[in-house]
């Protein structure tokens, strides 16, 4: 079968699915054959563009909601699924949240809605989703970041989770590969998403921030969401069907350049800086 219709036939729940990462996703399996459950918990109608989007990709969409950090809720929106749909193949585990807390600071109360909202969700949602993929097999695709293992300051929690992702992710390919079933984990990098357009126009109009980020990816830019979507894909697809328990970092180089950043930032810098003073001299 083509990659432009991997999906023909089969089902897929994405969470999360209201915008940004979330809906590219559920465009791209929709606009390769599959029937698409666009998950959301509270933005109803902005899950419900991310549904007008996957008809006009030509494909078949489904609304549902639950609260990720409610088991029951979770159990009954998976089994809503199956039961419109008739089966589910594939799981994208997209729904979380990110903000600031520092640690000296962040409540209980905080810190244990950060984790829910990440790593328990995930784990409902995928624990509910292989009952429905008992028997069939199916493809389980979660959603860590390059923040599990490359922190910041403020960030425990969401870092915290992001990493237990991963190590979920291990342990249920572990558990349901003779069902097979198959468990793997993306870890996108900074994305040019709403979010992060945000935090940069709350620095200097964004050009410090902007700067900052370009210059630690090595391959000096941001992420598309539809790069994202198009690993996932991958993850979601019989192409990678002797890959399970495994995490695909799409992060442009950020977590391979590791410690030595701070050098490269100040390289960069120091470049602009200097070609800055030519242009002032030669002008």
């Not at 979380?96 to 990440?118: K, P, V």
């Amino acid at each position: 079968m083509s990659a432009a219709q991997r999906f023909a036939g089969k089902t897929a729940m994405v969470t999360g699915a209201s915008g940004g990462l979330g809906r590219a996703c559920a465009i791209r399996l929709a606009a390769e054959g599959a029937a698409v459950a666009i998950h959301y918990n509270s933005s109803k109608d902005r899950a419900s563009a991310t549904l007008e989007a996957v008809e006009r990709a030509g494909g078949r969409g489904f609304l549902v909601s639950a609260d990720n950090r409610n088991q029951e809720e979770v159990c009954r929106a998976v089994e809503s699924v199956s039961a419109h749909f008739g089966r589910l193949d594939v799981l994208v585990n997209n729904a979380g949240q990110h903000r600031y807390a520092r640690s000296i600071e962040q409540t209980q109360a905080d810190w244990e809605d950060l984790i829910n909202r990440n790593l328990s969700g995930t784990y409902y949602f995928s624990q509910a989703a292989a009952k429905a993929m008992r028997g069939g097999g199916g493809y389980i695709v979660n959603v860590s970041s390059k923040m599990a293992t490359s922190t910041a300051p403020s960030n425990a929690a969401y870092c915290a989770a992001k990493a237990g992702i991963i190590a979920l992710t291990q342990v249920l390919a572990a558990e349901w590969a003779r069902d097979r079933i198959r468990v793997n984990c993306i870890a996108p990098g900074v994305m040019a998403t709403g979010a992060v357009h945000s935090m940069m126009n709350e620095m200097d109009g964004g050009d410090l921030l902007t700067k900052a980020l370009h210059a630690r990816t090595p391959l000096g830019r941001l992420g598309q969401a539809d790069e994202i979507a198009a690993a996932v894909a991958f993850l979601a697809s019989g192409e990678s069907d002797f890959m399970t328990g495994a995490t695909l970092y799409v992060d442009g180089g950020w977590t391979a350049y590791g410690d030595y950043s701070g050098w490269g930032f100040a390289r960069s810098l120091r470049k602009e800086w200097h070609s800055a003073s030519g242009s002032l001299a030669g002008g």
